[in-house]
Every structure is written in C-alpha cells, then in structure tokens.
C-alpha cells in the first residue's frame, strides 16, 4: 500500500471527526485504502456491501454484522448522516480528488 494513500486516508478520517478509538474507524480506513489504491490505479472497484463486510470480517477475524454496526456507529458519531456505502463512496471520491490535487500542484511548481 502506497504510504501517500494511508496518509491521506488517515488524515481524511482525522479531519471528519472519526475517533480513532472507535471499533469501526480501522474498518472504514481498511476499506478507503483499498478504494483509493484502486482508483489511483485505474481499476473499477465494485462495491457490495455484504461482499465487503465479509472480507473485512474476514481480515479482522470477527463477523459481518460488526463491521457493518462498527462503521455505523463511527459514521454516526462523526456525524454523517447517510448510509455506510454511499459514505464509503464519497469518502473515496474526496480522498482521491485530494491526492489528484496534489499531484497537480507538485507536477507544476
């Protein structure tokens, strides 16, 4: 995983108010980070919300239901108000534009 993704990632989730205490916050970061490195790549990223809690269960040894009530419960404390998928999708499109950003910004000073 590309260092400037997890930065970006990690700074994106400090700046929106997620606790990093927070059961969900390492799940949402997971997901993001795979979303972003995805993108960045070119690669179309389908997401299916059962798929994907599945597959971070998996990795963190615990089961789907969590994931999912984790990122909720995060979400909801952040305050973002619409559902997990639609924030996840923002998430990566803000993420990604930001580092497209910087890119720019480095490739013309």
Do not use: C
Not at 27 to 44: D, F, N, P
Not at 58 to 80: D, F, L, Q, S, Y
Not at 87 to 104: K, P
């Amino acid at each position: 995983m590309n260092a400037q993704v997890q930065q970006a990632v990690r700074t994106y989730l400090r700046t929106n108010g997620f606790p990093p205490h927070f059961v969900g916050t390492p799940y949402i970061r997971q997901i993001l980070e795979q979303s972003v490195t995805a993108a960045l790549e070119g690669r179309v990223w389908r997401w299916r919300a059962m798929d994907l809690y599945h597959a971070i269960a998996a990795r963190n040894e615990t089961t789907p239901p969590r994931v999912e009530r984790g990122i909720r419960h995060a979400r909801e404390k952040a305050g973002i108000t619409f559902p997990n998928m639609r924030f996840l999708a923002d998430a990566s499109d803000q993420i990604v534009g930001a580092l497209a950003d910087a890119t720019d910004k480095a490739a013309t000073s």
